[in-house]
């Protein structure tokens, strides 16, 4: 008998410490310390002035209890893409959902513990001045 296809989600958010944790096989318009263009966490097709210092997270997570409850309860789970703005004091400003979980109250509740939760190492230009990042 065959093995049963595989059911792709990810109900609960987990936290890497790899610079490609999280990453996702799906292009998306984006930029980083090295310019702005297209693609996804391991290659893009972008160009522009910038330094060299990746991004990483530095605290902040979130946990099993803070699942939305109205979401729990009716067994809701799935994967939020998202995009969001690191200011120069490595804040999160803003956040975007590039694909629904197909579950609102998931993508809502990630925006808002990304932004409130999430300090992030600043990018900073060649020259070592902190910048914005995507």
């Known amino acids: 008998?065959?093995?049963?296809a595989p059911i792709v989600t990810a109900p609960l958010p987990e936290q890497g410490s790899n610079i490609?944790?999280?990453?996702?096989?799906?292009?998306?318009p984006g930029s980083d310390t090295r310019g702005q263009g297209s693609g996804t966490a391991?290659?893009?097709n972008g160009s522009g002035e910038g330094g060299d210092t990746p991004l990483r997270l530095i605290e902040g997570a979130?946990?099993?209890a803070d699942y939305p409850r109205a979401a729990a309860r009716v067994g809701a789970s799935g994967t939020v893409y998202l995009r969001f703005?690191?200011?120069?004091?490595?804040?999160?400003?803003?956040?975007t959902v590039t694909r629904s979980s197909g579950h609102a109250a998931l993508d809502n509740a990630t925006c808002r513990l990304i932004r409130?939760?999430?300090?992030?190492?600043?990018?900073?230009?060649r020259r070592g001045a902190p910048m914005p990042t995507s």
């Open 62 to 64: 979130i946990r099993d």
């Open 1 to 4: 008998m065959p093995a049963p």
């Open 42 to 44: 391991a290659a893009g």
């Open 20 to 28: 490609l944790s999280g990453k996702a096989p799906v292009t998306a």
């Open 116 to 125: 409130k939760r999430f300090a992030i190492s600043r990018a900073r230009t």
């Open 85 to 95: 703005i690191v200011d120069v004091r490595g804040r999160v400003t803003d956040c």
